[in-house]
């Protein structure tokens, strides 16, 4: 396969932020004539990159997956902390991030959802499922957690209900203050996965 030069990555780079940019300006719709005007390139430079509009759409959607992934799921937030304390700050990262992202109420709640965008969502949803099932384990393993607990479903059903919660108040005119949002996410996981309630006494940050 053909390595793709600094310039096409730095290229695809700026047609992924112009996306997302055209994304949030719209509510939700984007352009293809728009996005390449934000560049300032012809529309036919989007269709060598992404081949459609919604190949665009669905990079731009796993782009926003793969960097709440890095600032989420895939990094120790407390190393040598326990169980609680750890996914307790989690927590809090996850709500940063969705606060501080501008296409984060976009693809929570309004992003048109095309086969190749519903394809490439469905697959984040699934790792990030995956990987709250791994987490779940290893607090069984470590005495966290109650070894009756079903890691997958229960993961499936905490990161369900993280999911509709910040799509819910994102889409408010006047979101709460992010710690809030937090302190009551938080309290909905210590419940769902009956830990010990050390973590959930903590201060928010």
């Not at 459609?52 to 960097?67: M, Q, T």
């Not at 296409?103 to 709640?109: D, E, N």
Request: aromatic share 4%.
């Amino acid at each position: 396969m053909a390595q793709v030069s600094a310039r096409g990555v730095a290229t695809r780079r700026r047609l992924l932020e112009a996306a997302a940019a055209d994304l949030v300006a719209r509510g939700g719709t984007a352009e293809v004539a728009s996005i390449a005007a934000r560049v300032g390139v012809s529309p036919g430079l989007i269709y060598r990159h992404f081949g459609s509009k919604a190949g665009l759409l669905a990079a731009v959607v796993e782009d926003f997956y793969d960097r709440l992934d890095a600032a989420v799921f895939a990094v120790d937030p407390a190393p040598g902390g326990d169980w609680a304390t750890r996914e307790r700050i989690r927590v809090e990262r996850d709500v940063a991030f969705h606060y501080a992202e501008p296409l984060a109420p976009v693809v929570l709640g309004r992003l048109g959802r095309e086969p190749e965008v519903a394809a490439v969502e469905a697959r984040s949803i699934a790792r990030e499922i995956e990987l709250a099932a791994r987490n779940l384990a290893r607090g069984q393993r470590s005495g966290a957690l109650p070894a009756d607990l079903d890691p997958g479903l229960t993961g499936a059903m905490v990161l369900g209900g993280i999911r509709q919660a910040l799509g819910a108040v994102l889409s408010r005119p006047e979101p709460p203050p992010p710690a809030v949002v937090a302190e009551a996410l938080w309290r909905f996981v210590a419940a769902a996965v009956r830990c010990a309630p050390a973590g959930a006494r903590r201060a928010p940050a």
